[in-house]
C-alpha cells in the first residue's frame, strides 16, 4: 500500500466533492421556491427543458456552470449566470443547447450572462455546431444596464452574431418559453426557425406596462405580443406549440431533418480505454502545487491503452510532446514535466518550468501536428518561462516568443486541461483563454495567476512596506506576518478555480476522470467545421 498515494487520492477526493455539492447547489438556480413557481406556472424549469430535449443515454458536458459563482452578491446573486449552457446530442446530431434560468431574477441578462451567451455562440460558429434557443428572459437586468449593454462583447453582439451565423449556414432553432422582451426579442428571430408555447410563451419589444406609458394604449401582454398573435396575425413566429414538451419535440423533429455537413476529418479509430485507471489521477496528482510527480503517469490515465510516441525523447525534458489516442480520436499532446530532469547538457531543470529547449521542441512539434491535422491537447501544470543571467542571455524570451507564436496561428483546434499550476506566461504558453482553445477547463485543484500565491504575497508585502516606510512608517514583525497572511489569503481566493470558472476564464471544473469525454466530444464537434486556413507562424526570431 502507498500511503502517500493514499493520502492524495483522499485530499483530492475531498477537492472534488467540494466541487460537486456547489455544482447541486447551483443546479437549483433561483432556489426551490422559484423552481416551483415555474412548475406552477405550467412550465419545465431550464434543466428539465435540456434534459427532455437532449437524447437520452447520450454523453452531454456542461459549459459555464460556475459562471457568476460568488458574484453579485449585493443583487441576490446569480447562479450559473442565469443561463444553462450544454453541448449534447439531439436526434443523433451534436449541438449547444441555451436555456435561460428563468427562476434567477426572470432570467434577467446579468454582464456574466451576456458573457456565457456569447461563450455559447462562440463554440458554435467556430465549430459550425447547431444552437438551440430555448428562451425564456426578462431581458437586460436594469440596475446592471451600463455593464451590459453598449460595449462591443455586450448584449448587442449576440444580434450581430445571429446575423453571421445565418450567414455562414449554422442552424440556428428557437424556441419562446417564456417573456422574451425587448431588445432580446431579436434574438429567436434572427434564428432560422422559432416557435412559441402557446399561454407562456410572450414577445414583444416593450411590454404593456411601457405601451401604456409611452403612447397610451391599455392592453394585455397575451393580446400584445402573446402565441396566437405572432403565429396568426403578425407572422412573427413559425409555429405554436401547445406547452413546452410539445415545443421540444418539434425541435427534435427539425433537428432529424438536418443534412450531413463537410468534416473536418481528423483521424478517429476505434476507441479503447486507457490500461491505467484515471481514478489512479487523484493519488498522482500531489496536494501541494509546488511537489513532483512524473506527467506520464498522468498521461497513461488519459490515453487509449495507456500508449503514446513520444517526439524529442531526450530533448527539452521540461515540456513533453507527444501522440496518442484519445477515445480513438488522433491527438498531438504537449504537457508540462512535473519532475526535475536533466538536460542532455547534464544542467538540471526544474518541473513545471518552461526552458529554451523545451520552448524550441514544442515550437516544432505544434508546427508537426499542424502539417498532420493533428488537434492539440495541453495539459498545463505550469510555474512559467526559466528566468535569470543565463536563461535571458540565452534567449528564453527568443524561444518562448516562438512557441507563443506558435500556438497563436495554430489552426488545428486546441482544448486546454489546466491539472495544475497555470502560471504567467507560461499560461500563455500553454494555450491559456487568451490563445482560443476550442475548450478549455480545470481540475479541482487547479491555480490560476501571474504567480503563486506565497511569491506574489512576498512581492505585494515588499511593495506596502516600501510605501510605509517612505511615510516614516516602521511595522513589526507581528504586524507584517498580519499583513502578509492578510494577502495571501485575498490572493488565494483569486487563484481558486472556482473563481476563474465564475468568470468564464475557463469554460468548466470537471472530474479529471472526464477529461477524455470532454476532448472527444470537443475534438467531434470540431469536425463540423473544415479547416480554411494556412498554418504560417509569420516572423519569427531564430
Avoid at 467545421?529 to 531564430?542: D, S, W, Y
Amino acid at each position: 500500500m502507498d500511503l502517500e498515494f493514499n493520502k492524495r487520492e483522499d485530499q483530492n477526493k475531498l477537492k472534488l466533492s467540494e466541487i460537486n455539492r456547489l455544482y447541486n447547489q447551483i443546479k437549483k438556480g433561483g432556489g426551490d421556491k422559484a423552481l416551483q413557481k415555474q412548475h406552477d406556472q405550467g412550465k419545465l424549469t431550464a434543466r428539465e427543458r435540456i434534459d427532455y430535449l437532449l437524447d437520452k443515454n447520450s454523453d452531454s458536458i456542461e459549459v459555464g456552470a460556475f459562471a457568476g459563482f460568488d458574484m453579485y452578491e449585493e443583487h441576490g446573486g446569480c447562479p450559473s449566470g442565469g443561463v444553462v449552457v450544454v453541448i449534447g446530442y439531439v436526434s443523433g446530431k451534436q449541438c449547444i443547447v441555451v436555456a435561460n434560468d428563468a427562476t434567477v431574477k426572470a432570467g434577467a441578462w446579468f454582464p456574466i450572462t451576456g458573457k456565457k451567451n456569447l461563450r455559447a455562440q462562440e463554440i458554435a460558429m467556430e465549430n459550425r455546431l447547431p444552437i438551440i434557443y430555448l428562451v425564456d428572459s426578462a431581458g437586460v437586468y436594469l440596475p446592471m444596464q451600463d455593464e451590459i449593454f453598449p460595449d462591443k462583447e455586450m448584449f448587442g453582439r449576440i444580434f450581430r452574431n445571429n446575423a453571421k451565423m445565418s450567414s455562414a449556414g449554422i442552424v440556428q432553432i428557437s424556441a419562446i418559453m417564456g417573456s422574451c422582451v425587448a431588445g432580446g426579442a431579436y434574438l429567436p428571430i434572427m434564428s432560422d426557425e422559432a416557435m412559441i408555447v402557446d399561454g407562456t410563451g410572450s414577445i414583444f419589444l416593450a411590454g404593456s406596462y411601457l405601451v401604456k406609458a409611452a403612447i397610451g394604449e391599455s392592453i394585455d401582454n397575451e393580446t400584445l405580443g402573446g402565441a396566437t398573435t405572432h403565429c396568426s396575425i403578425s407572422g412573427v413566429t413559425d409555429y405554436k406549440a401547445k406547452d413546452d414538451k410539445d415545443a421540444l419535440d418539434r425541435i427534435k423533429m427539425i433537428m432529424k431533418s438536418i443534412g450531413g455537413y463537410n468534416k473536418a476529418g481528423f483521424d478517429r479509430i476505434e476507441s479503447a480505454p486507457p490500461k491505467e485507471n484515471p481514478e489512479n489521477i487523484f493519488g498522482i496528482m500531489p496536494v501541494d502545487r509546488s511537489e513532483q510527480y512524473d506527467t506520464f503517469d498522468i498521461i497513461k490515465c488519459l490515453v487509449d491503452n495507456s500508449e503514446y510516441e513520444e517526439y524529442k525523447a531526450d530533448y527539452g525534458k521540461s515540456i513533453v510532446c507527444c501522440t496518442a489516442r484519445i477515445d480513438g480520436w488522433s491527438v498531438g499532446i504537449v504537457a508540462n514535466q512535473r519532475k526535475l530532469v536533466k538536460s542532455g547538457k547534464g544542467e538540471m531543470q526544474f518541473g513545471g518550468v518552461i526552458y529554451s529547449d523545451s520552448a524550441d521542441k514544442a515550437t516544432r512539434f505544434i508546427a508537426n501536428c499542424n502539417q498532420r491535422k493533428i488537434p492539440l491537447v495541453f495539459l498545463q501544470d505550469v510555474t512559467g518561462f526559466m528566468v535569470g543571467s543565463k536563461s535571458e542571455h540565452g534567449g528564453i524570451i527568443k524561444d518562448g516568443a516562438k512557441m507563443v507564436n506558435a500556438v497563436s496561428n495554430s489552426v488545428v483546434p486546441k482544448f486546454t486541461i489546466i491539472t495544475g499550476n497555470s502560471y504567467g506566461a507560461g499560461n500563455y504558453a500553454m494555450c491559456g483563454k487568451a490563445y482560443d482553445p476550442r475548450l478549455i477547463v480545470a481540475w479541482p485543484w487547479a491555480e490560476l495567476a501571474v504567480m503563486g500565491g506565497q511569491q506574489a504575497g512576498t512581492v505585494l508585502l515588499q511593495i506596502q512596506e516600501s510605501a510605509l516606510k517612505k511615510q516614516g512608517k516602521q511595522i513589526t514583525e507581528e504586524e507584517r506576518k498580519e499583513i502578509l497572511d492578510k494577502i495571501v489569503a485575498n490572493y488565494k481566493k483569486q487563484i481558486d478555480p472556482k473563481y476563474a470558472a465564475a468568470r468564464l476564464w475557463t469554460d468548466a471544473i470537471i472530474n479529471p476522470v472526464d477529461t477524455r469525454k470532454w476532448i472527444s466530444m470537443g475534438i467531434e464537434a470540431a469536425d463540423h467545421a473544415p479547416i480554411t486556413e494556412k498554418f504560417n507562424l509569420g516572423v519569427i526570431q531564430v
